[in-house]
T-cell receptor, first 115, second 116 residues
């Protein structure tokens, strides 16, 4: 499978715990994005990497959230001290700079449930 | 500010019927891009089509067609002769050229159910 891979697919945690999600993009893609999707809503932009550089963060990304892409390949999204409002689907996408504008390749998402 | 409105929450049709999805957008930019994405039950969003603000030509691609009208800020999408496999949530999205292609503003989506 050469698509975008996300792990874990589903995480249930208690409020206050830390969680980490991993995204493996399509190998030749140098851009990587994180979006968040709550029930009944469309995805909302969280942050964006070009290679290993995090170029933009949304105001939705509070200081409890941190994302990394250490070697310009896979990325992790960590949420510290989770709150019930963090319950959502976290979507990762990738694309190739210079490719078709706006054609993002999404993974199947990591669903977070905070009890 | 950019905003995408998909007024239809759910649409249910019988196989082979046509389905038209409405999308209305707001932007102050003169250069922007509009998209349709499909999210099947498996969860991954799949890119379907893109249109830029300078190209109002409507097209057909297979069973998909779209109607872009700048005068009414609408970008409607039609599936012709629907099939059960078309059942999914469909999202309209908007991006202006300055924000680059990573900051798509999505609508809330329309759930399409095609019954056999």
């Amino acid at each position: 499978d050469t698509g975008v891979s996300q792990n874990p697919r589903h995480k249930i945690t208690k409020r206050g715990q830390n969680v980490t999600f991993r995204c493996d993009p399509i190998s030749e893609h140098n851009r990587l994005y994180w979006y968040r999707q709550t029930l009944g809503q469309g995805p909302e932009f969280l942050t964006y990497f070009q290679n290993e550089a995090q170029l933009e963060k949304s105001r939705l990304l509070s200081d409890r959230f941190s994302a990394e892409r250490p070697k310009g390949s896979f990325s992790t999204l960590e949420i510290q001290r989770t709150e019930q409002g963090d319950s959502a689907m976290y979507l990762c996408a990738s694309s190739f700079a210079g490719g078709d504008f706006g054609e993002l390749f999404f993974g199947e998402g990591s669903r977070l449930t905070v009890l | 500010a950019q905003k995408v409105t998909q007024a239809q929450t759910e649409i249910s049709v019988v196989e082979k019927e046509d389905v038209t999805l409405d999308c209305v957008y707001e932007t102050r930019d003169t250069t922007y891009y509009l998209f349709w994405y499909k999210q099947p039950p498996s969860g991954e969003l799949v890119f379907l089509i893109r249109r830029n603000s300078f190209d109002e030509q409507n097209e057909i691609s297979g069973r998909y067609s779209w109607n872009f009208q700048k005068s009414t800020s609408s970008f409607n999408f039609t599936i012709t002769a629907s099939q059960v496999v078309d059942s999914a949530v469909y999202f309209c999205a908007l991006s202006d050229e300055r924000s680059n292609d990573y900051k798509l503003s999505f609508g809330a989506g329309t759930t399409v159910t095609v019954r056999a």
